[in-house]
């Protein structure tokens, strides 16, 4: 599975973004996709994720309410809308796609991973 992630920019403390990931492949319907973020100097960290079916959804406690991760399997997107962007969401945002049986939140049980895309929230 090869991921492009795309939708980055800058926005005003306030304002919303919405971030896509386009995949290829066959097999993208039976994968787990997440998003995580890595701002500088800290570590990549999650952000959300969605199951293979889009029938359940995980978040971070830090982008709760204000996040939601979505997908269309027949386009093969995965999407991370966000609202009331804080200047803490700076960083730059990727998708990253798993199979079954794996730690949601764990970035290295992550198999597959896009290029990235910079958001950044000015205050």
């Known amino acids: 599975v090869q991921l492009q992630a795309s939708g980055g920019g800058l926005v005003q403390a306030g304002g919303s973004l919405r971030l896509s990931c386009a995949a290829s492949?066959?097999?993208?319907?039976?994968?787990?996709m997440g998003w995580f973020r890595q701002a500088p100097g800290k570590e990549r960290e999650f952000v959300a994720a969605?199951?293979?079916?889009?029938?359940?959804?995980y978040y971070a406690d830090s982008v709760k309410g204000r996040f939601t991760v979505s997908r269309d399997n027949a386009k093969k997107t995965v999407y991370l809308q966000m609202i009331s962007l804080e200047a803490e969401d700076t960083a730059v945002y990727y998708c990253?796609?798993?199979?079954?049986?794996?730690?949601?939140?764990?970035?290295?049980?992550?198999?597959?991973w896009g290029q990235g895309t910079l958001v950044t929230v000015s205050s």
């Open positions: 492949g066959r097999t993208f319907s039976s994968y787990r």
């Open positions: 990253a796609a798993q199979g079954p049986f794996r730690a949601t939140m764990n970035p290295q049980e992550y198999d597959y």
């Open positions: 969605i199951s293979s079916s889009g029938g359940r959804t």
